[in-house]
């Protein structure tokens, strides 16, 4: 079993309790994952904020998930990457650099804003979401994956993947390897920004990190077992791209 995540507090004014949200801490219970102390014990680390769990050796890749609080089955995805990675069911080619709960009081409270904002259009001012990109440049990420579900009657409202082929060409190749593995609809710009502006996919293609989004299919608020598999699919994918996973 490997245990030796390190783990970095980036934003202590997100802090929230992961298992006061009902819809999460239930699946949790049914997917018998509070039954590991160490992933339970990780995942109470969100009451201090946001926090990154490391592993692994090599070149530095992102996974983020969290960034609006009610869009729970990436977060519950990135949770089994990161117990399977505990649990040894998974091998790294790389360093993986993990945020479940990007902003855990959101979590907590299963809402999209925090503090009344939309952080996915704040990437490129002050917050914890520009603190994301500023992490990724410290630690010399090679590449960033942001993880979201999209509810059916809203816009995507199907599983996809956001990417932009200019500045960053590697963030098209990234897409287009997560959809044929996934059957994950290709959602590209010309242009990072060029659509919406401060979004983290985006402000961290601009700043040169190759950067993808991945949506899954979940109703907001809630978490189903497909939804989750899907977005961790897409994760694998991800990783896979890069060889990180054994």
């Known amino acids: 079993m490997i245990n030796d995540f390190q783990l970095t507090l980036i934003n202590s004014d997100t ?4 298992f006061a949200n009902h ?8 997917q018998g994952i509070r039954k590991n102390q160490i992933v339970h014990d990780y995942i109470n680390k969100s009451e201090e904020g946001s926090v990154v769990f490391s592993v692994g050796e090599g070149k530095n890749l992102l996974l983020v998930g ?6 729970l089955p990436p977060q519950a995805a990135l949770l089994r990457l990161l117990a399977n990675i505990l649990e040894g069911n998974l091998s790294l ?9 990007l902003i855990p009081k959101s979590t907590m409270e299963n809402t999209r804003y925090y503090n009344d904002k939309d952080m996915n259009r704040f990437a490129n001012s002050d917050g914890i979401t520009k603190s994301i990109i500023d ?8 590449a960033l994956c942001d993880c979201h579900s999209t509810d059916p009657s809203r816009n995507p409202g199907i599983k ?11 963030s098209i190749r990234i897409a287009k390897f997560i ?12 242009l990072a920004g060029s659509t919406i502006h401060g979004a983290v996919e985006d402000e961290s293609n601009l700043r040169g990190i190759p950067a993808v989004t991945c949506e899954c299919v979940s109703p907001v608020q809630l978490i189903e077992k497909n939804a989750v598999d899907e977005s961790y699919e897409q994760i694998l994918s991800f990783l896979n791209y890069f060889n990180a996973i054994n």
């Open 23 to 30: 819809n999460l801490n239930r699946y949790l219970i049914n």
């Open 15 to 18: 802090k929230g309790k992961i």
């Open 160 to 170: 996809s993947v956001f990417c932009s082929l200019k500045p960053q060409i590697e």
């Open 179 to 190: 959809s044929q593995k996934t059957n994950s609809k290709i959602l590209p710009t010309s």
């Open 66 to 71: 969290g960034v609006h609080g009610d869009e």
């Open 135 to 142: 992490y990724a440049e410290d630690s010399n990420v090679l």
């Open 93 to 101: 080619n790389s360093r993986l650099h993990i945020i479940p709960f």
